[in-house]
């Protein structure tokens, strides 16, 4: 259960067998837009145990090369920020053991974290959290990101891309706030894109390119992240339509392992009655119809 | 000779002074996952009510300078549930399981108390006489002797269990609040709860937290928590436990010298799994280095160093 992974002079652990403990090893950085940045992180037991879906929780300061290398069992660490941060497993390279984050710079943690170099070594817990499957009976997929919410698209493109259709819609503000085009091509997904201001692609919100699309006969299993009021529209459309569709949420988090009770989205049970559910824990994939949106 | 860091509180024995702190380690189970549990001194499990309770609407947590603000709000299955559920797996840890009581009413403290009594595997309760986050008990039973008397009182008559009295820090004088509760039959203190404060998200123009107000802890409210430690212990003569931004070896020492018995670790948990390890270790080192044999040695030792001795600095309170 408390098995050392094996990285020379490393302190990388295994948690019973589903996730990981200790440090990855920035191998890449780069800006795939302004204010966006996308590392590629070296911790094999992450990388291998990944599932699209699922994330890591990371100290956004590096802790140095020196403690990678020592056999340091807790490197120093900044009070402040205090907390981790949670950000969604983009992209896994599981024979290479390597991982990549996409994130967005929003605030003290994010421009810390953006300011990391190759070589860095960063503090992570992962894979958490339950991730995406797909229900039987559908052979497409259909993806839908608005802005960052892309981030963990990708890994679904590639990971579903064996068994099923892969449709990827694609939403942003702007052309600058539509990612990761290439990459959902890439894994072979058809990309359909919309911006709100009607630079790139189909001129409107991307659920209203869903509703467009789906009035052409289009059908699949729903798996969507983005903003709150998003996820709002696509379970209302996608309950009309009669189609599954399930949810990526958002949440500020604590320990993101289920202890602590920070992370609450509140949930409709089949009984009707309504509880807090701990995204962290029992998300942060969820269906559709099960979150309720007043107690949000 | 090695150093020693086994120490017992009302009782309790425990392989180190440093426990988990109340709703930071849930029922203990997602930790397990993490590291060896048995290795802790103890573990106090999140607060406990008589029936269950749903928590306070999301957002519950903020980040703020050097800690955090949560408004959990209580949220947990009920006595109940928690003594068929969860207490058989926590038995089984080989470590001193605290369990957190909380309630509305004197009456229902006192009915959590009774079921804990006769349920196997509880080492002591922790009466949380100081949750800020709800509306209803928690902290009122806390900041007024009245009914922190009467509480205590009626906890203590349904349980002949170890009683340590959870404070909180929202008052103005707690030397005098912890006599209250040990007048009444508690047989420690512990400290601090977190310190009420809230956050304003500036783009919303709203309160970041749900619920508005929430509780503050982490290293922001280290030097609080140990200033109200040190009061404490020079105010009663039972044991004291104490927290409040403990993160590290060296600031566990920093209590222990203050006058506390034990220490217990919560918000650092949440950002370090083992923190707790950490600080045992961190502990150990300490000792090591200064040839100290036994936790003993260490507490209230700072306090022996100020002249006047009656817990007070000679002139602390001339600002
Ligand atoms: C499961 C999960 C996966 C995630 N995946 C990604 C990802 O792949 N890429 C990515 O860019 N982000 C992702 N996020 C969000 C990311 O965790 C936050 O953007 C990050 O924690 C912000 O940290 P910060 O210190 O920069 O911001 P802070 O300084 O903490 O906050 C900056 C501003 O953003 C607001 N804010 C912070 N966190 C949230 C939140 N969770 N919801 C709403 N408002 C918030 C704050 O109120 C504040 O106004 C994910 C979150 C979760 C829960
Ligand atoms: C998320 C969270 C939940 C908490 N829940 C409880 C609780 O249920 N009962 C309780 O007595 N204290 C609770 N506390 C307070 C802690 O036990 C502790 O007293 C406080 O956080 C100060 O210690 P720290 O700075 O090490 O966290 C909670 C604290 C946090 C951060
Ligand atoms: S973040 Fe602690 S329970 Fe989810």
Known sequence: ?296 | MEPDTSVTICGIRMKNPVMAASGTFGYGREYGEVFDLSKMGAIVVKGTTLKPRMGNPPPRLAETPCGLLNSVGLENPGIDVFIERELPYLRGLGVPVIVNVAGETPEEYAEVSKRLDKAPGVAALEVNVSCPNVKKGGMAFGTDPEALKEVISSVRRSTSLPLITKLSPNVSDIGFLARVATNAGSDAISLINTLLGMAIDVNTMKPVLGAVFGGLSGPAVKPVALRMVWEVSSAVRVPVIGMGGITSGTDAVEFLLAGASAVAVGSATLVRPDACLEVVRGIWEFMKEKGVMTVGELVGAAKRKVDSGAGCPRGTRDF
């Open chain 1, 1 to 296: 259960m408390h098995a050392k992974t094996c990285r020379k002079g490393n302190i990388n652990r295994v948690m019973r067998d589903e996730a990981a403990i200790g440090l990855g090893i920035v191998k890449a950085r780069e800006e795939p837009a302004p204010g966006y940045v996308r590392l590629r992180l070296a911790f094999r037991a992450v990388a291998e145990r990944a599932r699209p879906g699922q994330f890591v929780h990371v100290y956004p300061v590096p802790l140095g090369l020196s403690a990678a290398s020592r056999d340091a069992p807790v490197p120093q660490r900044r009070l402040d920020p205090f907390l981790r941060r949670p950000f969604s497993i983009h992209d896994a390279d599981r024979s290479r053991g390597e991982f990549a984050i996409l994130f967005k710079i929003i605030g003290k943690g994010t421009r810390e974290l953006a300011e990391v170099r190759v070589g860095d070594a960063l503090d992570v817990i992962g894979p958490l959290g339950n991730g995406f499957s797909a229900p039987v009976g559908y052979d497409r997929i259909i993806l839908m990101g608005g802005g960052i919410g892309v981030a963990p698209l990708v890994l679904a493109a590639k990971d579903f891309a064996g068994s099923h259709r892969v449709v990827t819609l694609v939403g942003g503000r702007t052309a600058h706030d539509v990612l990761c085009v290439d990459d959902f091509e890439a894994a072979g997904a058809q990309v359909h894109v919309a911006t709100e201001d009607g630079s790139l692609g189909f001129a409107g919100q991307v659920t209203d390119l869903f509703e467009s699309l789906l009035s052409q006969g289009l059908r699949g299993v729903i798996l969507a992240c983005g903003p709150m009021p998003m996820m709002q529209k696509v379970a209302d459309i996608s309950q009309v339509a009669g189609l599954p569709a399930f949810f990526s949420l958002e949440d500020r988090f604590g320990c993101g392992l289920g202890a602590c009770l920070g992370c609450a989205v509140r949930v409709v049970e089949p009984d009707g009655s309504r509880r807090y559910m701990r995204v962290c824990k029992e998300g942060p994939v969820v269906e559709a119809q099960k979150v309720d949106f007043d107690g949000t």
